[in-house]
Nanobody, 120 residues
C-alpha cells in the first residue's frame, strides 16, 4: 500500500507565499516523476509543475517564474514553493507520483488534496 500525504495549504493574501509538501510512504521500490496539479471550482484539473527523478522541472506557463518544484529522493518528498500568489491560484492542489512498487510495476498515485486560497 502506498500513500501520498500533502501539507502546507492555507489562506494567504495576494502577493504572499506558501510551501506545499507531499510525502510518499508505503511499499515503494522507486519513485519516478512527481508532480503537482490543481483544480479550481468549476474547472478541470490542470498540471502545475512536474519534476523527474533526476530533478529536471517543468512548469505550466501560468506559474512559470513564480513557483518552484523540488524533491528530496531520500525522503520520498516533493515540494512546491509558491511565491507572488494571485487570486487565480486559488484551488485544491494535488500531489501525483509515478511509483514503482516492484522493478516491473509502476502506478500513478494521488494525494488527498490541500486547499490553497489567495485573497485579493
Amino acid at each position: 500500500q502506498v500513500q501520498l500525504v500533502e501539507s502546507g495549504g492555507g489562506l494567504v493574501q495576494s502577493g504572499g507565499s506558501l510551501r506545499l509538501s507531499c510525502a510518499a510512504s508505503g511499499s515503494i521500490f522507486s519513485i519516478r516523476a512527481m508532480a503537482w496539479y490543481r483544480q479550481a471550482p468549476g474547472k478541470q484539473r490542470e498540471l502545475v509543475a512536474a519534476i523527474t527523478r533526476g530533478g529536471t522541472p517543468n512548469y505550466s506557463d501560468s506559474v512559470k517564474g513564480r513557483f518552484t518544484i523540488s524533491r528530496d529522493n531520500a525522503r520520498n518528498t516533493v515540494y512546491l514553493q509558491m511565491n507572488s500568489l494571485e487570486p487565480e491560484d486559488t484551488a485544491v492542489y494535488y500531489c501525483n507520483a509515478r511509483i514503482q512498487t516492484t522493478s516491473w510495476v509502476s502506478t500513478d498515485y494521488w494525494g488527498q488534496g490541500t486547499q490553497v486560497t489567495v485573497s485579493s
